[in-house]
């Protein structure tokens, strides 16, 4: 009898009973005592910063001159035209961050990665045509900041609850941020697994009683793996976690 793993029970029964009927978990077995990678367990690398998408425009950062925001920009923001976009390399506080990037060459409109550094008040703000992109003059004595944006480097998103995605298959090396006020505030905290861990298993909270993270959060860098015939359970880190059975795919971490 299947247990009860609250809301994601269907697709554990499913996967569970998908591995068992092809004879085998999907991959071979990995040994949690030496897992793949410099650091299976420890102090998560910190080479990416945190990040997520970027705001329609600077104007809540006009008191952080001298401030650089590191974001993605979207597809529908790197192409919308009904947005305001004031200058010409420095541009007005309120204009889009988005639709500036594109005109300073920074992405195409397909989006990206950019980063943004606040820049004090430019007086006079001249309008010229980029990229595709047409930007407007502006002329004032008074306006509280601007700023400039150029490429930036890929960034660690928020993370997902668990790695159950259709998008990631085995091999994947996922980074993505876990916040502090996540990992006290998930709703899904569940782990199966030590060291390696089913890959439906609450993501932020395995990196936590892998010791990567603290509950003060971080970035992780977790690997998809094969499935394993079996997942032990221990407490680590003030968590503990549960045992299970053969399953059809597994993560640990970098």
Same mark, same amino acid.
């Given at each position: 009898m ?5 809301? =994601? ?7 569970v009973?998908g ?8 991959? %071979? ?26 705001p329609? %425009? ?6 952080? =001159? ?13 192409s919308?035209?009904?947005t ?29 990665? $950019? ?5 004090? @008040? ?13 930007s ?33 298959? $085995?091999g994947? $090396?996922?980074?993505? @941020? ?12 569940? =782990? ?16 936590v009683?892998?010791? $990567? ?6 970035? =992780? ?15 680590? @880190? ?17």
């Open positions: 299947f247990k009860n793993t609250g809301g =994601i029970s269907g697709f554990r029964l499913l996967a009973v591995a068992l009927v092809v004879g085998g978990c999907g991959g %071979s077995e990995l040994d949690a005592a030496g897992l793949p990678g410099e650091e299976s367990t420890g102090v998560a690398q910190q080479a990416m910063e945190a990040c997520g998408y970027c329609s %425009s600077m104007s809540n950062y006009t008191n952080q =001159i001298g401030t650089t925001l590191t974001c993605r920009c979207t597809a529908p923001q790197a919308a035209t009904n305001s976009l004031l200058g010409t390399d420095a541009y007005t506080s309120d204009s889009s961050v988005c639709r500036a990037a594109v005109h300073a060459g920074a992405i195409t409109t397909n989006g990206g990665y $950019v980063t943004v550094t606040m820049l004090p @008040n430019q007086i006079t703000y001249t309008g010229s045509t980029r990229n595709g992109v047409t407007s003059s502006y002329y004032s004595t008074t306006w509280p900041a601007s700023f400039s944006v150029a490429t930036g480097s890929q960034c660690a998103f928020p993370c997902h609850e668990h790695l159950a995605r259709s998008e990631y298959v $085995v994947d $090396v996922v980074s993505c @941020n876990c916040s502090s006020e996540y990992i006290s505030t998930a709703s899904h905290k569940t =782990i199966w697994g030590t060291n390696i861990y089913t890959h439906d298993s609450a993501l932020c909270q395995a990196a009683h892998a010791g $990567v993270i603290t509950t003060s959060g971080g970035v =992780i860098h977790a690997v998809l793996a094969p499935g394993q015939s079996s997942y032990v359970s221990s407490t680590q @880190n003030g968590i503990t976690s549960s045992s299970y059975g053969p399953y059809g795919r597994s993560f640990y971490f970098q």
